[in-house]
């Protein structure tokens, strides 16, 4: 499969209310921000990495793709993954200007794009081709009713309706107030209106210093928390070491984390509990592989970050033995031809050929911007 062309786009698709944040950031849109690649076989690939619809830095993904990587992949043979990964992740000059960040996401999109590619080739869903299914049901944690600009009452509202109407048994809540005293009121009415039986986990989006988080902790241990995620600035390994250590809350992380090397040195100090790549924050689906599996050897679950909103996840999360859930965020999923599905609180398994990302004509005529 001979790479002819490499087509970098930018979709800005609005969220599913007029804008939503959580302790950190508030958008309106969802950035679809990646690459269509051509073989000579007809085939086409499509990757991408998720942003925050802002466009300047968008274009910055997309010149990446198009003007750096671009030129070492056209005429590469597309099935080579392992090796043009190489290629691409250790190219000399690239690597010196950035080993995470701008450079790090084009190549995420770029081997998402390859991934889907071979599947195609090979007439094979992605998890499929990875070495087929390892569990029969995948469950779906609903974190789209838990913003933290959610109030209260309609928070309450929105978790029993994915209960009692959509058949979900997790849930995800934001918190992060300066006031952490607001988040366990928040949680303990979110308790107190679904019962004991649901399972619910908070979120931080990086928020705190260590002693906040502690405090929180102390508070919330009593609540049944399923886990704490991203409690602290996502580089401080020691100070998520140091939590993990004075609760039993189990701590959750790895959205904003870029590397392998980076998420095994979290497991190496027992900072985490709950390891959350995201394909479009790592390298690819080449590099989630590496630490899906490193986490797996240290019999830690995976649970992928939804970054991607669930196209790519899935396919992963169905395929490896770490991973029993994922997380639930529904707005980009009708800009694809095979579009996430949740029933009764379970994905649905995909069974079309590539890694479910191909977008649809319709999406890209209605959200595309200018690269």
Same mark, same amino acid.
């Not at 209310?17 to 950190?24: A, K, L």
């Given at each position: 499969m001979?790479?002819?062309?490499?087509?970098?786009?930018?979709?800005?698709?609005?969220?599913?209310?007029? *804008?939503?944040?959580?302790?950190?950031?508030?958008?309106?849109?969802?950035?679809?921000?990646?690459?269509?690649?051509?073989?000579?076989? %007809?085939? @086409? &690939?499509?990757?991408?990495? &998720?942003?925050?619809?802002?466009?300047?830095?968008?274009?910055?993904?997309?010149?990446c793709? /198009?003007?750096?990587?671009?030129?070492?992949?056209?005429?590469?043979?597309?099935?080579?993954?392992?090796?043009?990964?190489?290629?691409?992740?250790?190219?000399?000059?690239?690597?010196?200007?950035?080993?995470?960040?701008?450079?790090?996401?084009a190549?995420?999109?770029?081997?998402?794009?390859?991934?889907?590619?071979?599947?195609?080739a090979?007439?094979?869903?992605?998890?499929?081709?990875?070495?087929?299914?390892?569990?029969?049901?995948?469950?779906?944690?609903?974190?789209?009713?838990?913003?933290? *600009?959610?109030?209260?009452?309609?928070?309450?509202? &929105?978790?029993?309706?994915?209960?009692?109407? /959509?058949? @979900?048994?997790?849930?995800?809540?934001?918190? %992060?107030?300066?006031?952490?005293?607001?988040?366990?009121?928040?949680?303990?009415?979110?308790?107190?209106?679904?019962?004991?039986?649901?399972?619910?986990?908070? /979120?931080?989006?990086?928020?705190w210093?260590?002693?906040?988080?502690?405090?929180?902790?102390?508070?919330?241990?009593?609540?049944?928390v399923?886990?704490?995620?991203?409690?602290?600035?996502? /580089?401080?390994?020691?100070?998520?070491?140091?939590?993990?250590? *004075?609760?039993?809350?189990?701590?959750?992380?790895?959205?904003?984390?870029?590397?392998?090397?980076?998420?095994?040195?979290?497991?190496?100090?027992?900072?985490?509990?709950?390891?959350?790549?995201?394909?479009?924050?790592?390298? #690819?689906?080449?590099?989630?592989?590496?630490?899906?599996?490193?986490?797996h050897?240290?019999?830690?679950?995976?649970?992928?970050?939804? #970054?991607?909103? #669930?196209?790519?996840?899935?396919?992963?999360?169905?395929?490896?033995?770490?991973?029993?859930?994922?997380?639930?965020?529904?707005?980009?999923?009708?800009? @694809?031809?095979?579009?996430?599905?949740?029933e009764?609180?379970?994905?649905?398994?995909?069974?079309?050929?590539?890694? %479910?990302?191909?977008?649809?004509? *319709?999406?890209?005529?209605?959200?595309?911007?200018?690269?």
């Amino acid at each position: 499969m001979k790479i002819t062309s490499i087509e970098p786009f930018i979709l800005h698709v609005p969220v599913n209310v007029p *804008s939503i944040s959580d302790s950190t950031h508030t958008i309106t849109h969802w950035g679809v921000v990646g690459v269509k690649i051509g073989t000579d076989n %007809g085939l @086409f &690939g499509y990757g991408y990495t &998720g942003t925050h619809a802002h466009l300047e830095t968008d274009r910055l993904v997309t010149a990446c793709i /198009d003007k750096s990587y671009g030129p070492l992949l056209m005429g590469e043979d597309a099935q080579d993954g392992d090796r043009l990964w190489q290629k691409l992740a250790r190219y000399p000059a690239i690597q010196w200007v950035g080993r995470a960040g701008v450079t790090h996401i084009a190549l995420s999109a770029i081997d998402i794009a390859l991934w889907d590619l071979r599947a195609k080739a090979a007439n094979l869903p992605l998890w499929k081709l990875l070495g087929g299914a390892t569990s029969e049901k995948l469950e779906a944690y609903n974190t789209d009713i838990g913003w933290l *600009s959610v109030p209260k009452d309609k928070l309450i509202d &929105g978790c029993k309706r994915a209960i009692e109407v /959509d058949g @979900f048994q997790r849930l995800k809540i934001k918190v %992060g107030h300066a006031n952490p005293m607001v988040d366990i009121e928040r949680f303990e009415a979110v308790r107190k209106a679904v019962g004991p039986n649901v399972t619910i986990a908070i /979120d931080a989006n990086g928020k705190w210093d260590l002693p906040t988080a502690q405090r929180f902790c102390a508070r919330a241990e009593p609540l049944d928390v399923f886990w704490l995620e991203e409690p602290m600035w996502y /580089d401080d390994i020691a100070s998520h070491a140091t939590l993990a250590q *004075s609760t039993s809350i189990p701590i959750a992380l790895g959205e904003q984390v870029y590397t392998a090397e980076t998420f095994n040195s979290f497991m190496d100090a027992k900072a985490v509990q709950y390891v959350q790549p995201d394909v479009t924050r790592v390298a #690819g689906i080449t590099e989630y592989i590496q630490v899906a599996h490193s986490a797996h050897a240290r019999r830690l679950p995976v649970v992928a970050h939804v #970054g991607d909103m #669930g196209q790519v996840h899935v396919h992963l999360s169905y395929w490896h033995p770490g991973t029993t859930m994922l997380e639930y965020i529904p707005w980009i999923k009708d800009c @694809f031809v095979e579009p996430i599905k949740v029933e009764g609180g379970h994905y649905v398994r995909p069974e079309l050929p590539g890694a %479910g990302t191909t977008l649809t004509e *319709s999406a890209i005529a209605s959200f595309s911007q200018r690269c």
